[in-house]
């Protein structure tokens, strides 16, 4: 993955196996993974006893390649760990680092930094310095993979210290693409430091590299971050014609979906910020088609190529039995045409061996039993991620509906007030200047509900660790923006869970709407938020020191309404106290059934 040039074929797979590779990547370079996971398929089980281990290496990375290409990241990261198995089998330093280099991005893309850290500088252990097998990871990759590991980590120092390694290697074999990455590496650190004359320099380098070449995904990675130090230098000029060529780069037919995506969720919070209220509407229509636009490709390319693995891995399976059926018959029959010709004492053993062969029937009949039922568990486990697909289809349609109308509404209302501050504008300064107000709060509030669903949709955050951190950070917003001191606090067993989307969602609306609640009418001084999972049962707990209400009274209002309804939704239970003393109290009470099925330490 991630080459500059052709990638040559491995000289020293076997001759069938150079077909099947050949094939498989041509139909990868047109970005027809379907279609490539059924030719390395055919390769798995055509020729099962030919397989050298060295070719199960080969076909095993292939596999992982394209499970990384559709995101199917915990089934690629499965497979990538066979293919570190096999290397370390076979003692070959340059394959076990090429397989670190390769788990380590499939750790990366599911939000396992540290551990993704480990097998990258494991990579760099032994991967060779500018060696020449171009159909394995070089050691610039796996440096450039690790200064982008940092760079997700906010450790800006580290992504420039291995990125100048990277930049080194990449230099010296002249990977256009190689040096662009490790440029942007050290770019983008520059500008979490704040250092942004330095980082245009050397953003700049790395645009002249990539600029009118193939590696276009690149160039919009860094058209992006030149606009994101225009965005804080709160330079429009700069900033309109960067967008203008980021624009006519997301036209290039060789541009994914996900490079789009990235950038236009890049480009939002700085229309905001420099307040180019008509471009961001055009870049929120257009994000808004194109994650509507993927979903649909995604579901239906992630179920054609999980069809293919779990039918590659049973016809393995069939093809194994087979051939030990086989072995066995062979086995028994030699041992039979012996004993015909032998004295009574063969006699007898040739009864003991008949004997023998019944209890190795049933041991086969068995395998046939247990076979069939691997199978119907199989097929059941098929099933039900179909139907999880189909679940998450139908939340990310809502959410869309949700974008459409929430925003689409903020934005007419933004209009309408922009029209009436332009004719009272010379005429009524005080009029126009509380409509600039209400523009001001409505675009404020629309790029926050932006944030929510876009937080949402992105698969990334279906963590109990994302979860966490969101509602701290809304909690430390609204502690800085008032006199309220706000506390929170959780333990360590939440980040180990997978939470569905919608539970997700209801889960954060709920803290929202009870801090909310809590900050406008309850005049108190101070909130705690504990929020914990003990026994399966996750606990939500607010508390506040104010005045209190009558609990049976405002249930309708104040959107409690909408508190209980969101618990409903997700078949948990709500106690709510309130008195003039102690303030109030909420403790929603959730089973973790109810809102994950996996855990991330079982992935």
């Not at 030919?50 to 080969?58: N, P």
């Not at 440029?183 to 990539?210: C, H, M, P, T």
Request: proline residues 1%; negative net charge; charged residues 25%.
């Amino acid at each position: 993955m991630g080459q500059d040039d052709e990638v040559l074929l491995p000289y020293n797979a076997s001759p069938f196996m150079k077909q099947v590779l050949t094939d498989t990547y041509k139909l990868m370079e047109s970005s027809r993974y379907d279609t490539a996971l059924h030719v390395l398929s055919y390769g798995f089980y055509t020729q099962p006893d030919s397989l050298t281990k060295l070719d199960q290496y080969y076909l095993h990375s292939y596999e992982a390649e394209i499970m990384y290409y559709t995101a199917l990241f915990d089934i690629g990261l499965n497979s990538s760990l066979v293919t570190l198995s096999l290397a370390e089998e076979l003692k070959n330093d340059t394959l076990i680092g090429s397989s670190a280099n390769l788990i380590g991005l499939f750790m990366l893309n599911l939000n396992r930094e540290r551990e993704a850290v480990s097998y990258f500088k494991r990579a760099i252990e032994n991967i060779p310095f500018n060696h020449n097998k171009s159909y394995l990871s070089y050691q610039y990759q796996a440096y450039a993979n690790l200064g982008e590991c940092y760079l997700k980590m906010g450790i800006a120092d580290s992504s420039i210290y291995y990125s100048q390694f990277s930049l080194k290697e990449a230099e010296l074999k002249q990977k256009e693409r190689g040096m662009a990455l490790a440029l942007w590496n050290i770019g983008e650190a520059q500008i979490i430091q704040q250092n942004f004359a330095v980082a245009k320099s050397i953003l700049k380098r790395s645009y002249e590299l990539v600029k009118n070449t193939k590696h276009q995904d690149v160039f919009l990675m860094i058209l992006t971050s030149e606009m994101t130090i225009a965005g804080q230098e709160n330079n429009k000029t700069e900033f309109k014609i960067l967008i203008n060529k980021a624009l006519q780069v997301c036209d290039d037919p060789r541009i994914t979906n996900l490079s789009k995506t990235d950038f236009y969720e890049a480009a939002l919070p700085i229309c905001n910020r420099l307040q180019e209220y008509g471009l961001l509407s055009e870049l929120y229509n257009r994000l808004l088609s194109l994650l509507q636009e993927r979903n649909d490709k995604q579901i239906d390319r992630r179920l054609f190529v999980l069809e293919e693995y779990f039918k590659k891995n049973q016809n393995i399976a069939e093809l194994t039995t087979k051939n030990e059926i086989q072995e066995k018959e062979i086995e028994f029959r030699r041992r039979l045409e012996i004993l015909i010709g032998i004295s009574a004492f063969a006699i007898i053993v040739a009864a003991f061996l008949i004997l023998r062969s019944f209890r190795q029937k049933q041991k086969i009949n068995e395998l046939y039993a247990k076979q069939a039922a691997e199978e119907e568990k199989k097929e059941a486990e098929l099933t039900a991620l179909s139907e999880r697909m189909e679940a998450i289809f139908t939340e990310r349609n809502r959410i869309a509906s949700d974008l459409h109308d929430d925003i689409g509404a903020g934005l007419s209302s933004i209009r309408i007030y922009s029209n009436a501050a332009l004719i009272q504008f010379g005429k009524k300064p005080e009029e126009t200047q509380k409509l600039l107000e209400k523009i001001s709060s409505n675009s404020s509030n629309m790029m926050e509900q932006m944030s929510d669903i876009i937080w949402t949709i992105n698969p990334k955050n279906d963590s109990g660790e994302s979860l966490t951190l969101r509602m701290k950070n809304y909690a430390l917003d609204l502690s800085g923006a008032s006199d309220v001191h706000v506390h929170f606090d959780s333990n360590a067993e939440l980040e180990n869970l997978t939470i569905h989307t919608s539970a997700r969602r209801n889960i954060y609306l709920i803290f929202k709407e009870v801090l909310n609640n809590a900050l406008k009418y309850s005049k108190c001084s101070e909130i705690l938020v504990d929020l914990q999972v003990r026994s399966h049962i996750l606990t939500l707990s607010v508390s506040d020191n104010g005045t209190g209400f009558d609990v049976n009274s405002v249930k309708s209002g104040n959107g409690i309404s909408n508190i209980f309804k969101r618990v409903a939704a997700l078949n948990g239970e709500i106690k709510m106290q309130s008195s003039e003393t102690t303030g109030t109290n909420y403790i929603i009470s959730i089973d973790i059934s109810n809102i994950s099925d996996a855990r991330k330490d079982n992935e």
